[in-house]
């Protein structure tokens, strides 16, 4: 490739229109505009395109990370020869996200193992490739900050958290018997969410078992209502798809090669 130099006049404009960005592939989309004999307009749209795409890049990273989620659990890394069943339709509507612009839940129910946190974690990276927030919090997690929250008078503004994002993911939901301050907590913010924003919540126990892990029945009757009355099921079966996430060494191939 022909190499090409940026004037300095161009650099420094670049940089007072906080543009600089564009200097890191200019070059390349210049000696391709010229091998194609682009006209003004097309170069122009290319290179705008280019930091287009890295401001959109940049702020898809910055809400995963407030999202708190895991970056390498995206809906392309999925191994599609992982032996576990569930709806691949339903899956494949999930990632629409009309659920979210439905205001739906989703339950993702499962034994242990089988990708449940990994579907909740990809639906919500979606979630931030197009524009919306999200929160991924393990529920005891968040349960033992919202108490922690309430001794340094912080607990409104925490609490706040989990309702003002368009998708909520509770992960490993239901496992721990919650006491009478833990199950307020819950029922606070699916009551808060119903009909205004979407909860994702991975469970390797049936919503009915959810009932007997709240303190109140009453309160418990009501949360666990509303969410699975306005909610998707994927029920996922199959062996751990952790298996496949485990780090492999080649030491032992290599040692039996020689």
């Not at 003004?40 to 290179?47: A, I, P, R, S, Y």
């Not at 576990?84 to 509507?93: M, P």
């Not at 303190?215 to 952790?242: C, F, H, K, M, W």
């Given at each position: 490739m ?36 682009l ?60 659920f ?34 999200a ?5 005891d ?108 060494w ?9």
């Amino acid at each position: 490739m022909t190499e090409i130099d940026i004037s300095p006049d161009l650099k420094k404009l670049l940089r007072r229109l906080k543009l600089s960005p564009m200097l890191e592939t200019m070059p390349e989309r210049l000696v391709l505009a010229r091998q194609q004999k682009l006209s003004h307009e097309q170069f122009l749209e290319l290179v705008i395109s280019d930091e287009v795409q890295r401001r959109d890049l940049l702020s898809t990273r910055t809400r995963a990370r407030r999202a708190k989620l895991d970056p390498a659990m995206v809906v392309e890394a999925w191994d599609d020869t992982a032996k576990v069943t569930f709806d691949h339709n339903l899956w494949g509507e999930l990632q629409t996200l009309r659920f979210i612009e439905n205001r739906h839940n989703v339950l993702i129910l499962g034994p242990v193992g089988v990708g449940k946190s990994f579907m909740g974690n990809a639906l919500a990276y979606i979630a931030c490739r197009r524009g919306m927030s999200a929160l991924m919090l393990r529920t005891d997690k968040l349960l033992k900050e919202l108490r922690a929250s309430r001794l340094d008078h912080t607990y409104e503004q925490e609490l706040r958290k989990c309702f003002v994002v368009d998708l909520l993911v509770l992960d490993d939901f239901g496992i721990d018997q919650l006491d009478a301050t833990e199950s307020r907590d819950i029922y606070e913010i699916i009551f808060e969410r119903h009909r205004v924003g979407s909860t994702v919540v991975t469970s390797n126990r049936d919503p009915q078992e959810w009932l007997g892990t709240m303190t109140d029945p009453l309160r418990a009757q009501s949360a666990i209502d509303r969410l699975q009355n306005s909610a998707y099921e994927l029920v996922i079966d199959g062996e751990s798809y952790r298996k496949r996430q485990k780090p492999k060494w080649k030491g032992n191939d290599a040692a039996t090669k020689q």
